[in-house]
């Protein structure tokens, strides 16, 4: 699928038919993730793949707007890894550039995806730890939920002129 | 061209030949990156454009790493504006996408770009507000500096299997 219809038809996909997804697609999801830039080059990001029906149905326990994890055949939760970052505080623009990445080359397979918030929400935060038994260095950042969409998914385009301004803001 | 070889063939650009990048250009970009998720779809980000040459070559004092910028036809200063969150926190993630499907709009139209981070780092904060005269509720987070490649890109995959683990991280 053309870059610019992936970016435009990738929509939050919150419904899912009961196909699961393959080991190759999952596999093609992580590479597209992983491939994306952080500073340094420093790739403080790691991948939990949630395909245990039993798991995926405790995991809409993290966050109130995952309820569709439960019926859903996979989610990935994407954490950054503190001890890998080489420029301290980076990791949350790394890890949401590799979960953009991850959404558009779902969209692209023909895959629906929808991005739930984890962090900065401390109560998230603490019940994915719980949940998927974390380690200390690796915070949850965000729930990814994904599945074959049982919609079409319209084209869409937020371009808004009012908040585009030319060389000086204040002029 | 395809999202997956968009996602794999988009690299740090540094070196830009001198044509200048169209306005038709720069429109794809933007609606591009307005068109990234957001934490209740909040889109809280503003884009500077800068095409101005003596701004440009002014733009490196805002970050060591951004003397590219000097020599660039274009930079795009993406910034979360905090009046526009619906979930306090969120926008540098928000932000982040928005600028992850800038990278590969440009990719996918032929254009090479470098993303130079500003946010957390204090000065470059403080430094990019009185260079670009931003108001206060405006936080530049990135500076993405983009031209027409003066060379090709390789395919890159940095996929790195103890970086994923399956349904519980320690068992």
Not at 23 to 33: K, R, V
Not at 121 to 132: G, N, S, T
Not at 144 to 150: E, F, H, L
Not at 151 to 159: I, P, T, Y
Request: glycine share 6%; charged share 20%; net charge neutral.
């Amino acid at each position: 699928m053309d870059t610019l219809t992936a970016i435009h038809t990738r929509r939050s996909v919150r419904s899912y038919t009961p196909e699961p997804v393959s080991e190759e697609e999952i596999q093609t999801l992580l590479e597209a993730a992983m491939t994306a830039p952080s500073a340094g080059n420093a790739q403080p990001w790691t991948f939990l793949v949630i395909t245990d029906p039993g798991l995926l149905a405790r995991t809409p326990s993290v966050n109130p707007y995952a309820g569709m994890a439960a019926k859903a055949p996979l989610a990935i939760l994407v954490c950054g890894d503190l001890t890998a970052e080489k420029y301290p505080g980076f990791w949350v623009q790394d890890c949401s550039a590799a979960i953009q990445n991850l959404l558009l080359a779902a969209r692209s397979i023909g895959l629906g995806s929808v991005w739930t918030g984890i962090h900065p929400m401390e109560d998230r935060v603490a019940k994915a730890k719980d949940l998927f038994r974390l380690p200390d260095h690796l915070i949850p950042l965000g729930l990814i939920v994904i599945g074959r969409p049982k919609g079409e998914q319209q084209h869409a385009n937020r371009f808004a002129p009012e908040k585009v301004r030319r060389n000086i803001w204040q002029d």
